[in-house]
């Protein structure tokens, strides 16, 4: 296995400063026990008064499900641990567990499902609207592409071979139109949206600003719908995220350019700006720039942290459906940050040219991890191919700054 291979390299077993308590986002003790939250709502909470819902052993932890060891572990450094032994635990959750509950996410500006499992983990579903081999059309805005359920999946196994691991898991799964959603939804809004298309295949729509239209009506076959299944990060109530805006943000606007689409010196103005003026949040941003480089995403128009960790922590990589649409082109201007910046950290760097060295090919990685998924194949094969070649352009943007 590569994969094995590559997380034993030295590169991938550098050691992660100590954590405190402080710097954990969640301070608990592993002999208290955790129960539903007494308000009805689906969070858990430490308590010693409300009834318990779990069996105890030695510790309460042992009896946690995978979705709250995930939660208890993230800290200051890191959403999960390279070598996680829960990751495999909680990707089988995702793609296996009874769902109870299906109602719509939200805000956004397409379709996406809450689903609810009996050891109250919930995941976000995005369901599938276009095939592997679909390329976006290149006269498409950004910002009306649809956003893919492959896209998503990938994004969570490229992230953690580019060793950032700042992406919920993220496995697909077939779910079953009809008795996974249609029948258990209590979304009044989403069950109105329901009907049985002429080839005689279940369909819905849901409310959204984009895409929810009978023209654009998601379809089992004829009840069966593939999509991504995320885990969700924990409650904002138990834990608060701050959400801030790209200084390389597109602009959203079919004819007006960004700043930094103007002005060539504008690295030198971010670099005065809170909070990238001190610390290595401008090395984090540009690493989440060549993720998005490679593969092809030019939607990254905000970023989030968690609160508690303040400025000195990593950013969460949240939102990838609009990645892997294009293989045949390689999109420059994403790599923006890490050109005019002329920065990058030295970690990243040296990761960057493993995965371009023989042994270690980034698209024989992703292929392999990819492999493994419920829905493998989940890339068409051009698309592992744009990933070695894009690969070969960051590279050759760092040498361009050392060479400067």
Not at 48 to 59: D, N, Y
Request: hydrophobic residues 35%.
């Amino acid at each position: 296995s590569k994969l094995a291979a590559l997380f034993k390299h030295p590169l991938y077993n550098t050691p992660i400063p100590e954590v405190t308590e402080k710097d954990k986002l969640f301070v608990v003790n592993p002999m208290e026990k955790f129960s539903l939250h007494s308000s009805g709502s689906d969070e858990w909470v430490s308590s010693s008064k409300a009834e318990t819902l779990l069996p105890t052993g030695k510790t309460a932890y042992d009896t946690y499900p995978a979705w709250l060891k995930f939660h208890v572990g993230i800290n200051r450094y890191e959403l999960y641990p390279r070598q996680d032994p829960l990751m495999p635990t909680l990707l089988r959750d995702l793609a296996t567990q009874r769902i109870v509950s299906s109602v719509q996410k939200s805000g956004g500006t397409q379709l996406k499902l809450i689903m609810t499992f009996p050891n109250y983990g919930q995941a976000l579903f995005k369901p599938m609207k276009q095939t592997r081999d679909q390329e976006t059309p290149i006269d498409f805005f950004y910002f009306s592409d649809f956003e893919r359920h492959n896209a998503e999946i990938a994004a969570f196994h490229l992230d953690r071979i580019l060793d950032f691991r700042r992406i919920p898991p993220v496995s697909g799964r077939l779910v079953n139109v009809t008795k996974e959603i249609r029948d258990i939804t209590t979304d009044k809004k989403l069950a109105k949206t329901f009907f049985i298309s002429p080839a005689g295949n279940v369909c819905f729509y849901g409310e959204c600003s984009y895409y929810c239209s009978t023209e654009h009506a998601l379809c089992g076959k004829p009840d069966q719908l593939e999509g991504s299944m995320a885990a969700l990060l924990p409650d904002k109530t138990l834990a608060k995220r701050r959400s801030w805006r790209s200084p390389w943000r597109r602009s959203y606007h079919k004819s007006k350019k960004a700043e930094w689409e103007l002005n060539p010196n504008y690295c030198a103005q971010v670099r005065e700006t809170p909070p990238y003026d001190r610390g290595h949040r401008l090395l984090d941003l540009i690493d989440m720039t060549v993720l998005d480089f490679l593969m092809g995403n030019m939607d990254r128009h905000h970023y989030e942290t968690f609160e508690k960790f303040g400025n000195d922590t990593f950013l969460l990589h949240l939102d990838n459906g609009r990645g892997f649409g294009t293989h045949s082109r390689d999109e420059l201007s994403i790599l923006a940050p890490l050109r005019q910046c002329c920065s990058i950290k030295k970690s990243t760097y040296l990761r960057l040219q493993l995965l371009a060295t023989q042994p270690y090919r980034l698209s024989d990685l992703l292929q392999e991890a990819l492999a493994t998924d419920p829905l493998a194949p989940v890339l068409a094969e051009p698309h592992l191919r744009a990933l070695d070649r894009r690969l070969g352009k960051v590279l050759a943007a760092v040498g361009h700054c050392l060479a400067g």
